[in-house]
């Protein structure tokens, strides 16, 4: 198991296996992915991301070899993570575990995250203007993008670390050129255990995959019921195995599924 604080992670003792040296199991294995950066490619403005039509058939031949034992666990908000990936069959879990696809059970009450979101927007809405970066509201987190102006990197994640430390209830989330004050109760491990008692998951060995420090808690969570994670791209990660880029970890997708063992 591995523990994530801010952005320091706690590496395994052992280096990540290639993961042309995994074995997987389409019927006795699930799967968790993360969206951005794993199944579709990062691109500069986030509204435009898409996942490779190449890629998509794999995808939704997965989901039926395993019996619909697939999910996606995402920052986004569900909306826009459904919207993505249509018309794919995938369910969602969407801004780090708070919000649940109808599929998968539907999302409890928000209204006390959403208060609390409310009481830190107006210091992020100043900041956001104050330095021309993009302020994303959702409804389980509030994100600072710094892609198109990375010199103001530093500078956002002190202020997302800071109006997350006054405020109860919430954690910082720093990923890949983005900074979120999130919701500390729910990440994408708890999603991913909530998940492993769905009639879809029960009985199964998960497997996670992500790109980013966001996804640490899932490849724990992952490792703690036998299964593990697997890190796309380079970092310090508690995941067993790593594909070097994310192409890499199509052509291995894809490969499974073509095989169905």
């Excluded at 104050?130 to 509030?142: S, W």
């Excluded at 998951?201 to 019921?225: H, I, K, L, Y």
Aim: aromatic share 6%; charged share 20%; with cysteine.
């Amino acid at each position: 198991m591995c523990l994530q604080t801010g952005q320091k992670v706690q590496e395994r003792a052992e280096m990540p296996i290639d993961i042309s040296r995994a074995n997987f199991s389409l019927a006795q294995h699930c799967f968790f992915f993360d969206l951005d950066g794993t199944l579709a490619p990062i691109v500069d403005d986030p509204s435009t991301v898409a996942i490779p039509d190449d890629f998509k058939p794999a995808l939704a031949r997965l989901y039926s070899q395993t019996g619909g034992a697939v999910a996606i666990l995402t920052g986004r908000g569900l909306s826009d993570a459904l919207t993505i990936l249509d018309p794919l069959p995938l369910p969602v879990v969407g801004s780090h575990g708070l919000e649940y696809d109808a599929r998968l059970g539907g999302s409890g009450d928000q209204s006390s995250a959403q208060a609390a979101l409310k009481e830190v927007l107006a210091p992020l809405q100043a900041f956001a203007a104050a330095k021309d970066l993009k302020l994303e509201c959702k409804p389980g987190a509030i994100a600072l993008h710094y892609r198109h102006a990375p010199e103001h990197a530093v500078a956002a994640q002190r202020t997302i670390d800071n109006v997350a430390s006054f405020a109860s209830g919430l954690r910082a989330l720093h990923g890949k050129m983005v900074s979120e004050v999130t919701v500390a109760s729910v990440d994408k491990g708890t999603a991913l255990t909530t998940l492993m008692s769905r009639t879809e998951f029960a009985g199964r060995v998960p497997v996670m995959v992500g790109d980013d420090v966001t996804d640490e808690d899932g490849f724990s969570a992952a490792q703690s019921w036998g299964g593990c994670g697997i890190k796309i791209g380079s970092g310090e990660t508690c995941a067993k195995y790593r594909a070097e880029t994310m192409a890499e970890f199509h052509h291995w997708l894809a490969k499974l599924v073509a095989e169905g063992k």
